[in-house]
């Protein structure tokens, strides 16, 4: 059951990196980054299930920390430029 | 039977993490990437903390904690993307 929801989410990851590196705009590329940082925060949370390790919960949220303020910085730099 | 039942949302979230990045491949246009993306990925988010909280009931405090901040943080960060690229849009 493991190996299926760890199949499922290196599939989706795959995808998301395909649009990462392919996608037309800048904005393709920052939704790609918002969505796969959200992905890793899910499986930094499997992985904490897997393991046993209340540890990786203070990592998880660290984790989505920094990818929302990468998301928000990236949309100011599209709207103003840098 | 709590097992089962934390096992079966979690599988629930990785097919909602699996649409979500499929949506990101086959929408035509930015507008519709940001909204599969963001709203099944949270979704998934939302899905894979209620399964975790019947996984292990002891951890509830802190994944209550994180799903509350990506319920807070998620939309906003989407619609951050989306007014950017509107804005950016319109002056050029």
């Known amino acids: 059951m493991a190996l299926l929801i760890v199949i499922l989410f290196s599939v989706s990851g795959s995808l998301i990196l395909y649009r990462f590196i392919v996608g037309p705009t800048l904005s393709d590329r920052v939704v790609a980054f918002d969505v796969m940082s959200i992905v890793s925060v899910s499986f930094l949370l499997i992985l904490a299930l897997y393991f046993q390790r209340e540890l990786y919960l203070d990592i998880a949220l660290v984790m989505g920390l920094i990818g929302f303020l990468g998301a928000t910085i990236f949309g100011r730099f599209i709207e103003k430029g840098i | ?92």
């Open chain 2, 1 to 92: 039977m709590l097992d089962y039942i934390g096992i079966a949302f979690l599988l629930l979230a990785s097919v909602a993490f699996f649409i979500s990045s499929f949506g990101l491949i086959r929408m035509p246009d930015v507008y519709t990437r940001i909204h599969v993306g963001t709203k099944a990925s949270t979704i998934g988010t939302i899905l894979i903390i209620i399964g975790a909280c019947f996984l292990e009931p002891s951890w509830s405090f802190k994944l209550l904690l994180l799903g509350a901040f990506i319920l807070l943080t998620n939309p906003l960060s989407s619609s951050v993307i989306a007014r950017a690229t509107h804005n950016s849009k319109k002056e050029s």
